[in-house]
């Protein structure tokens, strides 16, 4: 005690600014990594799938956000339309993580962030595996799987991890997982054009589960009582946080927000905590709707354009083929993401809502672009595309930024873990309209 009184003001200053940095690099790599290995593992599951579709004759391009692409042209159509083949991996990438997402909220605090971490591990390895070594379909659908619940059960937990650190490491994870896109993209290209088979590729890309759980466990630093291999009850009864700041979800270090300027609020609600109900967590739910629907908004149309409408904006008059305008398409987008993830460090954006109704106005651009063909060339699209992934993950990082910055201390670790559902919502929602759709412009 003595010794922490009597120590440096500036080597503690020092020692803080150092932890802080830890910190925030373990986020990001905490980002890069929890979607790094699902963008991968999707590009791979592909290539395999076409190798065990022996009848299948067209060739799969690899497309930076981690799907194929299989250029067929469709004479019927004067569209050059892809025959919709992928549907079942699809939903393999959709439905677990969104089942995680609405369910795990109201009981995933029974389970420690530690054993989260291994599940979050052991499921990424299992799906990397699982692919590479897949015989059938059905295996390779189900490697699918795991790595959707891996990636699932990482946002929400890792998520819901931000709330017992500095604020800062929000735009963190947010610039990893926006990294993860053009990254995990680019390594698997540069592999597999490298000569080197998807199998081979998969084996090497086991390194991304290992740093994430070297990130976890040895670089963050987390506060004397974060609650690493017990249950939130053990550690946080009532009875115990009277008169402690063991309950508190945030480092007491965080002297930059206003949050220490009423002490004896603070002190109020410590002596009123309890566990939250489930009656309180649904309630909690409906003050989180306003942040919720236009997160899911914004996921619907920018998944609306990537998935139904971008294959079919084809220029046959440009320089570059149907397969190279997709990849810069997707590839704009992604830099785009990973820009307006990062910028939370500079910037926040209030009006979510705003940014929901702007990628609402690219989708029905687009939309009309699709059926009446008035676009002159491609590079009109690459600048709504980058334009498209600048509000989609402008919308991701301000809408956790700001439910931390509005939601009881008490709360926060349930909302953001609850908030999580509306880009995997939004995600589903906008498969289900966009396979229909794409259906009928390739029936033309």
Same mark, same amino acid.
């Given at each position: 005690?003595?010794?922490?009184?009597?120590?440096?003001?500036?080597?503690?200053?020092?020692?803080?600014?150092?932890?802080?940095?830890?910190?925030?690099? @373990?986020?990001?790599?905490?980002?890069?990594?929890?979607?790094?290995?699902?963008?991968?593992?999707?590009?791979?599951?592909?290539?395999?799938?076409?190798?065990?579709?022996?009848?299948?004759? /067209?060739?799969?391009?690899?497309?930076?956000?981690? /799907?194929?692409?299989?250029?067929?042209?469709? $004479?019927?159509?004067? +569209?050059?339309?892809?025959?919709?083949?992928?549907?079942?991996?699809?939903? !393999?990438?959709?439905?677990?993580?969104?089942?995680?997402?609405?369910?795990?909220?109201?009981?995933?605090?029974?389970?420690?962030?530690?054993?989260?971490?291994?599940?979050?591990?052991?499921?990424?390895?299992?799906?990397?595996? %699982?692919?590479?070594?897949?015989?059938?379909?059905?295996?390779?659908?189900?490697?699918?799987?795991?790595?959707?619940?891996?990636?699932?059960?990482?946002?929400?937990?890792?998520?819901?991890?931000?709330?017992?650190?500095?604020?800062?490491?929000?735009?963190?994870?947010?610039?990893? /997982?926006?990294?993860? @896109?053009?990254?995990?993209?680019?390594?698997?290209?540069?592999?597999?054009?490298?000569?080197?088979?998807?199998?081979?590729?998969?084996?090497?890309?086991?390194?991304?589960?290992?740093?994430?759980?070297?990130?976890?466990?040895?670089?963050?630093?987390?506060?004397?009582?974060? &609650?690493?291999?017990?249950?939130?009850?053990?550690?946080?009864?009532?009875?115990?946080?009277?008169? $402690?700041?063991?309950?508190?979800?945030?480092?007491?270090?965080?002297?930059?927000?206003?949050?220490?300027?009423?002490?004896?609020?603070?002190?109020?609600?410590?002596?009123?905590?309890?566990?939250?109900?489930? /009656?309180?967590?649904?309630?909690?739910?409906?003050?989180?709707?306003?942040?919720?629907?236009?997160?899911?908004?914004?996921?619907?149309?920018?998944?609306?354009?990537?998935?139904?409408?971008?294959?079919?904006?084809?220029? &046959?008059?440009?320089?570059?083929?149907?397969?190279?305008? +997709?990849?810069?398409?997707?590839?704009?987008?992604?830099?785009?993401?990973?820009?307006?993830?990062?910028?939370?460090?500079?910037?926040?954006?209030?009006?979510?809502?705003? %940014?929901?109704?702007?990628?609402?106005?690219?989708?029905?651009?687009?939309?009309?672009?699709?059926?009446?063909?008035?676009?002159?060339? &491609?590079?009109?699209?690459?600048?709504?595309?980058?334009?498209?992934?600048?509000?989609?993950?402008?919308?991701?990082?301000?809408?956790?930024?700001?439910?931390?910055?509005?939601?009881?201390?008490?709360?926060?670790?349930?909302?953001?873990?609850? !908030?999580?559902?509306?880009?995997?919502?939004?995600?589903?929602?906008?498969?289900?309209?966009?396979?229909?759709?794409?259906?009928?412009?390739?029936?033309?």
């Amino acid at each position: 005690m003595d010794r922490a009184l009597n120590s440096d003001p500036v080597s503690t200053a020092d020692t803080e600014g150092r932890q802080r940095w830890r910190n925030w690099i @373990g986020f990001w790599l905490l980002g890069l990594c929890n979607n790094f290995a699902y963008v991968v593992m999707l590009s791979a599951a592909h290539d395999i799938l076409q190798k065990q579709e022996s009848h299948n004759t /067209t060739t799969p391009t690899p497309a930076p956000n981690g /799907t194929n692409i299989e250029i067929r042209n469709n $004479s019927s159509s004067r +569209y050059d339309c892809n025959a919709v083949s992928t549907a079942a991996v699809l939903l !393999a990438d959709i439905l677990p993580t969104l089942i995680i997402k609405f369910t795990a909220p109201f009981y995933i605090h029974k389970v420690p962030y530690g054993f989260r971490v291994l599940v979050c591990f052991i499921t990424a390895v299992v799906s990397f595996l %699982m692919v590479s070594f897949s015989s059938t379909i059905l295996l390779s659908i189900f490697g699918v799987v795991f790595a959707s619940i891996s990636s699932g059960l990482g946002e929400l937990s890792f998520l819901s991890l931000s709330v017992f650190f500095n604020r800062n490491v929000l735009s963190g994870w947010g610039s990893g /997982t926006g990294a993860a @896109g053009v990254a995990g993209a680019f390594l698997y290209s540069a592999f597999t054009q490298a000569g080197l088979t998807p199998q081979v590729t998969l084996w090497i890309m086991l390194v991304v589960p290992v740093i994430l759980a070297v990130s976890y466990f040895f670089l963050l630093v987390f506060p004397s009582s974060f &609650p690493q291999w017990r249950r939130h009850e053990d550690g946080h009864s009532p009875s115990r946080v009277v008169n $402690s700041h063991e309950r508190r979800p945030l480092i007491e270090e965080e002297t930059d927000t206003n949050e220490d300027a009423e002490p004896t609020r603070e002190e109020q609600e410590d002596k009123h905590i309890r566990p939250l109900t489930f /009656t309180d967590k649904i309630y909690i739910m409906k003050g989180l709707l306003k942040f919720i629907f236009p997160l899911g908004l914004v996921y619907f149309a920018e998944y609306f354009i990537n998935q139904g409408l971008l294959e079919l904006l084809y220029f &046959p008059d440009s320089r570059l083929s149907h397969a190279e305008q +997709y990849r810069w398409y997707q590839t704009l987008y992604q830099v785009g993401v990973f820009a307006s993830r990062t910028s939370l460090v500079c910037f926040k954006i209030r009006k979510i809502f705003l %940014m929901s109704l702007l990628q609402c106005v690219n989708a029905v651009l687009l939309g009309f672009a699709v059926y009446y063909q008035f676009l002159p060339n &491609p590079w009109v699209v690459f600048v709504i595309v980058l334009y498209e992934g600048l509000l989609g993950g402008a919308a991701y990082v301000n809408t956790f930024f700001f439910i931390r910055e509005e939601t009881a201390k008490h709360e926060r670790e349930f909302a953001m873990a609850a !908030a999580s559902v509306g880009d995997s919502l939004g995600i589903a929602l906008s498969a289900a309209a966009a396979l229909p759709v794409h259906h009928y412009f390739c029936s033309l």
